[in-house]
């Protein structure tokens, strides 16, 4: 019986020998890099998370800092709360984390100031003022005209259902949540907002806060008061300029 001839090699053409080569020499390089790093560079993050001891202490300086500073603002006579011009306040949160003590957040997150450049309508009580002066660096407020109260609140308004915001696009919405008040449309809205009605407090708990945009011009930076030449506090009618660059 005649011997099978040996079938023939296929033929590889250089080209993708090269090919081949050059990527497995590619993927050995990066899995030498990864042991070295850690897996996918998980150990240099986890070192430049870490942070050094005299950072630690300077953020804890910094936090008694501000929490001193709150309580030497709460010591001011009462008589100091300037009495305002307005039923109705518009406050804005201007400054971040970076210094700030947990009771200073508690109190900007009870006024539902939980992001920077987040806006809330507020009635300008004691209550209210007194929380304002305690967080004060990180706030900017003033009275805000009718014609900012509708354009903020059709512009920037979401209604709360269940915890998910809801677009005021219908007021079957307005009617489903407020309408055992009387308030079935964003008209209505506009004015008992505007008003500081009877229903102001179940209103603004339905709209939230305003998530506002970054201004380009307006603010300086500095958590001195604005009376001061800086842009904290109360700006009394000024706040409307600032409004407008924001909404």
Known sequence: MAEAEPLALTYIPEVILKKRKHKEE???LT???QLELGQHGGKKKKVDDIKRPEQLV???RDKELDLIRMKQRTKRAKSALSIPNSKLLFVIRIHGKNDMHPKTRNILYKLRLTRIFHGVFLKATPGVLELLQKV???VTYGYPSVKNVSDLIYKKGYGKIDNKRVPLIDNNIIEQALGKHGIVCLEDIVHEVA???PH???IV???GSFSLNRPKEGLLGKKASYKDGGDTGNRENQINDLINKMN
């Open 200 to 202: 102001f407090k179940e």
């Open 136 to 138: 004060e660096p990180y």
């Open 31 to 33: 899995r030498k890099n």
């Open 195 to 197: 008003n500081a009605g």
């Open 26 to 28: 590619s993927i050995a």
């Open 205 to 207: 708990s339905f709209l």
């Open 58 to 60: 300077r953020e804890f």
